[in-house]
């Protein structure tokens, strides 16, 4: 069963700082996709990365993902008050042409002036 | 806006009741997939249909079932519904159904179930 584990599941910083949100798993996979997910919203599309080493930015976010480790970060730079949100890693399995995400728990993020 | 539509928004009903969700997936996308979220579970994984086919199946109680009709919407009914069923239903589409390619799924907005 594929399990994914996010870390920290609550992040308080303030404005300005840099930060690192942890996505592990526990299987192969070939895709990993961050998420953002306002209050009481839908889910955001952020990140698909696809490949071992794979790394991306918008904006102030960074994603990155190391398939060896099994390992994605999301990296915060100099954080802004509109950051806060929840986000979540997700990462995709194929097998017989299906291919449900797997969620982590989320990273509850507040960022404060 | 993701391009994927769910009706109703909101839903409050009595528990042994049954209602029926509504999805219409992103013009070209064949993929739907269900999910369920709660403070309790998290986000949860519960059917994919590509063109009007199951293709896979997650944490989904025997209780709910769903379907993708020929002009690829899709509808999750959920019956005998409990307290415990109180959620956010998000339907969410992609082009194809399996591999790292074109399955990057977008998000409707939820149907938000009160089961009371």
């Known amino acids: 069963e594929l399990k994914v584990e996010q870390n920290p599941l609550f992040l308080s910083m303030q404005e300005g700082k840099n930060y690192t949100i942890y996505c592990n798993y526990s299987?192969?996979?070939?895709?990993l996709y961050w998420y953002r997910q306002d209050p009481g919203k839908s889910l955001e599309s952020l990140f698909v990365l696809l490949s071992n080493g794979a790394v991306k930015q918008e904006g102030r976010l960074m994603a990155s993902l190391d398939t060896k480790a099994r390992l994605s970060t999301l990296h915060i730079t100099a954080a802004v008050h509109d950051l806060s949100a929840t986000y979540f890693c997700?990462?995709?399995?194929?097998?017989?042409?299906?291919?449900?995400?797997?969620f982590g728990k989320g990273t509850h993020l507040i960022i404060q002036p | 806006d993701s391009g994927v539509t769910q009706t109703p928004k909101h839903l409050i009903t009595a528990t042994g009741q049954r209602v029926t969700l509504r999805c219409s997936p992103r013009?070209?996308?064949?993929?739907v997939y269900w999910y369920q979220q709660s403070l309790d579970q998290g986000l949860q994984f519960l059917i994919q249909y590509y063109n009007g086919e199951e293709r896979a199946k997650g944490n989904i109680l025997e209780r709910f079932s769903a379907q993708q009709f020929p002009d690829l919407h899709s509808e999750l009914n959920l019956s005998s519904l409990e307290l415990g069923d109180s959620a956010l239903y998000f339907c969410a589409s992609s082009v194809a159904a399996g591999g790292p390619k074109n399955t990057e799924a977008f998000f409707g907005q939820g149907t938000r179930l009160t089961v009371v």
């Open positions: 997700a990462v995709g399995y194929s097998g017989g042409g299906a291919d449900g995400l797997t």
């Open positions: 299987t192969t996979s070939d895709r």
């Open positions: 013009s070209g996308d064949l993929s």
